[in-house]
């Protein structure tokens, strides 16, 4: 696609929940990467993939999160028993090629998640 | 280990006066570096990258930023405020020796007065 698509826009589930948030990186892109945002801050990087191997995954939280892109395109970021803690703007970004510091990250607009 | 400090949460200028947006990184090595716009409900967008070519980089819609090796910078400048320039802008670095991850600054926002 033109750019990177996310979905959904918006999610509001109940604690103790799973979600399955899902991006659709620009065609063609090596590496995907899923970032979390809270009110007022800047995102935090969550984890990331070249093609479909998940390089690091540092900053998923706990283990409740995890990501996964198993054909080297689309990736599906889950929740499990999701808390209110959880609430915040999850961003997904791709860029062209893996590694190196010249490349640009391209983003998504983002799934706001609500737990109530 | 890489941050970035953004120095104002919050900056307002008048339309048509200069704009400044302060940021300090620290890094190991020879980061890249750029500044991203976000508009309400838009996603991230590029303004701006410098990538060890020359340290004034001009980005899109007026805006330019210059590295300062020596002082650790790499402030954002616009010479005249527009209305549209209201939104909030991040200063995020990356390093070529942890892959691809890019950590961003807290954030800066930017009202534009009439």
């Known amino acids: 696609g033109a750019g990177v698509s996310q979905s959904p826009r918006y999610k509001v589930t109940k604690r103790g929940q799973d979600v399955a948030l899902r991006c659709d990186p620009i065609?063609?892109?090596?590496?995907l990467y899923w970032y979390r945002q809270a009110l007022g801050q800047g995102p935090e990087f969550l984890t990331y993939?070249?093609?479909?191997?998940?390089?690091?995954k540092s900053g998923l939280p706990n283990d409740r999160f995890s990501a996964e892109r198993p054909e080297g395109s689309i990736s599906t970021l889950t929740i499990q028993r999701t808390e209110q803690r959880d609430s915040a703007m999850y961003r997904c970004?791709?860029?062209?090629?893996?590694?190196?510091?010249?490349?640009?990250?391209?983003f998504g607009q983002g799934t706001r998640l609500t737990v109530v | 280990a890489q941050s970035v400090t953004q120095l104002d949460s919050h900056v307002s200028v008048s339309e048509g006066t200069p704009v400044l947006l302060r940021c300090n990184y620290s890094?190991?090595?020879?980061?890249?570096l750029f500044w991203y716009v976000q508009h309400p409900n838009k996603g991230l967008q590029l303004l701006l990258k410098?990538?060890?070519?020359?340290?004034l980089v001009k980005g899109i819609n007026g805006f330019e930023a210059e590295f300062k090796k020596s002082e650790t910078s790499f402030h954002l400048t616009k010479p005249s405020a527009h209305m549209s320039d209201a939104a909030e802008y991040f200063c995020?670095?990356?390093?070529?020796?942890?892959?691809?991850?890019?950590?961003f600054g807290t954030g800066t926002s930017l009202t534009v007065i009439p």
């Open positions: 970004a791709s860029s062209l090629v893996g590694g190196g510091a010249n490349t640009e990250a391209f």
């Open positions: 065609s063609g892109h090596v590496s």
């Open positions: 993939f070249n093609y479909e191997a998940q390089q690091d």
């Open positions: 890094s190991s090595y020879s980061p890249s």
């Open positions: 410098y990538t060890s070519a020359a340290t």
């Open positions: 995020v670095v990356s390093e070529s020796n942890t892959g691809n991850q890019f950590y």
